[in-house]
């Protein structure tokens, strides 16, 4: 049976089966709910609220009792006065009758702040394909050799890197005769790696056109590039439409194991996602897609399945094994991806388990296996990969950091996006804040038309930071009960809690709080990446770091100095800590640029040795000791003297 529903303010208004969830409904829609644990019930963000009543213009009766009955997570999860007002969870809520559904302000997906560049390198230009004017003759009765023969006997007798062994896409072959003789036997052929024709354009046609995807599991950032001036030519990002089922990759690969058209959906989302990247890039400097002849993507592991329609299954578990490490080349055709139909997609090698493609794109840009100083790389993500080492050998692991520092984990927690609070400063003396929003640049009272929504993870860092600094919490974490403000109070849970904007000041008439579960999902974010890093340190058997360099969005919009004072990563010189932006995304165009640099990603994903940190033997004492802010028993030179500041 079908019933109506209608998604308020959005405006959608259809009808759907029965016994499927809202957050089902809302997906298939398009109406974007906030689901970061992927329809488990765990994060409570798909916050929404039933109108009741008789809505006589839409011409439905509206209930609770059209929905399936609350459940125990949704108690868990819901305040009693939500419960009172109709709220309800829409991964929980199933359809039963006709409804009328409002989406609350914090429930609804923003349009998030991605990062798109990183710091560019220098490089020598020499891309997997190339362009070669020739001049053939024409078949007559006394030379009658095929048009394919005619093309690789010009190729091999003017370009001594040619031999007979040259091949030709099979689209371009059904449409050569015309191309040649419509050109008059005069055209310039594109060729794949010295080994494929995979164009042949008419004189004058000289452009040579490549894209570059960094495929984060949140984030998608794409560089449209010209191969024959190695210049970027237009950026364009999008929020990864996979958000819907969830923000980490386990829960991806769980929709995949359980649904039976998981993994098809998920493939067919991502696919859609980089075609929608290929026609804005194309449209924005006035060429069509099919002149698309080459892209570069890298990606975590469970990405790179997902993408190539691969089944991820097997790398959630125990060995973590990949179906393929070394880098990949495939037919963008043969992926559904909309560029020339001879067109090649070029996946970067994976190193091992969850560190993908995206990790090795990070180090061909950065060189670290070049440097004499032992050096640090984070890439902190959705998912973080941790680097260490020098041009004598590289340690790489991944930790779990991403979902607490982008938000799922955090009450009032949001990704990047308008309204967002991405800085904020606490009153040592008065405990009072001021804060940044995204979108707006004040302090104190947020009174412009960009009114707060939530906290990002550079202001989740910044707040937990300050809160310590302030004395409001301790170095284990906990709220200081001693406190006098009316900004440090006890939450309906009973726990403490500091208040960061009062509801008067906000887009969602909420206080915007930090909790004491906020700050506990930070210090274990933070424990992990400490406890990953100082593994890679003692198995160097060094105990310093002379260089740290952060990649991606959230390193990059971070506060270093107050990552280092709750001992996100080992003690350095703050003016050696460097944020780099889309390293992944640089690495990829590097690789786009210049084939050298991917037999180089190849040296380096075996070069690297990676370390699986939950199962070496001193992990439960590295991550305990990191708990604490900044650390239990490491100390920070670098920061001590903001440290002594902090009152006991």
Same mark, same amino acid.
């Given at each position: ?31 974007? @709910? ?133 091949? #030709? ?50 984030? &998608? ?47 067919? @989302?991502? @696919? ?107 890439? @902190? ?37 308008? +309204? ?17 929003? #995204? ?147 640089? +690495? ?19 070069? &690297? ?36 500041? &902090?009152?006991?």
């Amino acid at each position: 049976m079908q019933y109506n529903v209608i998604f308020q303010p959005a405006g959608w208004r259809g009808t759907a089966i029965a016994g499927k969830s809202l957050l089902e409904i809302s997906r298939e829609v398009g109406v974007d @709910i906030e689901a970061p644990c992927g329809e488990t019930g765990m994060c409570g963000k798909c916050k929404i609220r039933v109108e009741a009543g008789f809505f006589e213009s839409l011409g439905i009766t509206s209930r609770l009792t059209n929905l399936s009955p609350i459940t125990e997570k949704e108690r868990k999860l819901l305040s009693q006065e939500e419960l009172a007002d109709q709220y309800r969870l829409a991964c929980c809520s199933r359809i039963q009758g006709d409804i009328l559904i409002y989406v609350p302000e914090q429930s609804r997906a923003a349009e998030q702040v991605i990062l798109e560049s990183g710091r560019e390198k220098a490089f020598v230009l020499k891309p997997a394909i190339a362009q070669y004017s020739v001049k053939l003759n024409k078949p007559t009765l006394e030379d009658y050799r095929d048009d394919f023969s005619r093309i690789k006997d010009a190729l091999g007798s003017g370009f001594i890197q040619f031999d007979k062994n040259v091949d #030709i896409d099979y689209s371009l072959l059904t449409q050569l005769p015309d191309i040649l003789r419509q050109n008059r036997w005069q055209v310039n052929v594109v060729v794949w790696n010295d080994s494929e024709i995979i164009a042949v354009q008419a004189q004058g046609e000289e452009g040579l056109y490549g894209i570059a995807i960094d495929i984060g599991t949140t984030t &998608i950032a794409a560089s449209l590039c010209d191969l024959t001036t190695g210049s970027i030519i237009a950026r364009e990002s999008l929020i990864n439409s996979q958000v819907r089922y969830g923000d980490d990759v386990i829960s991806r690969i769980t929709y995949c194991m359980m649904n039976d058209d998981g993994l098809s959906t998920l493939n067919k @989302i991502i @696919i859609e996602d980089i075609n929608t990247l290929v026609r804005r890039l194309t449209k924005t400097v006035g060429i069509e897609p099919k002149m698309v002849l080459e892209m570069v993507l890298v990606f975590n592991t469970v990405m790179h399945h997902l993408v190539l329609n691969i089944n991820p299954q097997y790398i959630g578990s125990v060995p973590f094994a990949s179906a393929i490490r070394r880098s990949f080349n495939v037919k963008a055709k043969e992926l559904g991806i909309e560029i020339a139909k001879s067109g090649y997609v070029h996946c970067l090698p994976i190193e091992a388990g969850f560190v993908g493609a995206d990790n090795v794109a990070v180090l061909i840009a950065e060189e670290p296996y070049k440097q004499d100083k032992m050096m640090l790389v984070i890439d @902190i993500g959705t998912n973080g990969e941790i680097n260490f080492g020098n041009k004598e050998g590289m340690l790489s692991a991944s930790c779990a950091t991403g979902p607490a520092l982008e938000g799922a984990q955090i009450k009032f927690g949001m990704r990047a996006a308008p +309204g967002a609070i991405e800085r904020v400063v606490i009153n040592g003396f008065t405990k009072e804040a001021e804060v940044n929003t #995204i979108g707006e640049s004040i302090c104190g009272s947020l009174s412009s038309q960009v009114a707060a929504k939530g906290i990002c993870g550079s202001g989740i860092i910044d707040a937990v930071a300050e809160l310590f600094k302030a004395g409001i919490i301790r170095s284990d974490g906990t709220f200081n009960k001693k406190i006098e403000s009316p900004r440090v109070r006890q939450g309906v849970d009973g726990k403490f809690e500091y208040v960061l904007v009062w509801a008067q000041d906000t887009a969602i008439g909420q206080d915007i709080t930090i909790t004491q579960k906020d700050v506990r999902a930070v210090q274990l974010a933070k424990a992990a990446l400490y406890a990953g890093a100082k593994i890679l340190m003692n198995k160097k058997g060094v105990d310093k770091v002379d260089e740290v360099i952060l990649a991606g969005a959230f390193g990059n919009y971070i506060n270093k100095e107050n990552a280092l004072v709750i001992g996100m990563f080992p003690d350095c010189d703050l003016e050696n800590v460097t944020a780099v932006g889309n390293a992944a995304g640089e +690495g990829a165009k590097l690789a786009l640029m210049n084939v050298d640099k991917r037999a180089e990603a190849e040296h380096v994903a075996g070069f &690297i040795q990676f370390v699986e940190t939950a199962t070496e033997s001193e992990f439960q004492t590295n991550f305990y000791d990191a708990m604490f802010f900044p650390h239990a028993k490491d100390t920070f030179p670098h920061i001590q003297q903001i440290l002594n500041t &902090i009152p006991i």
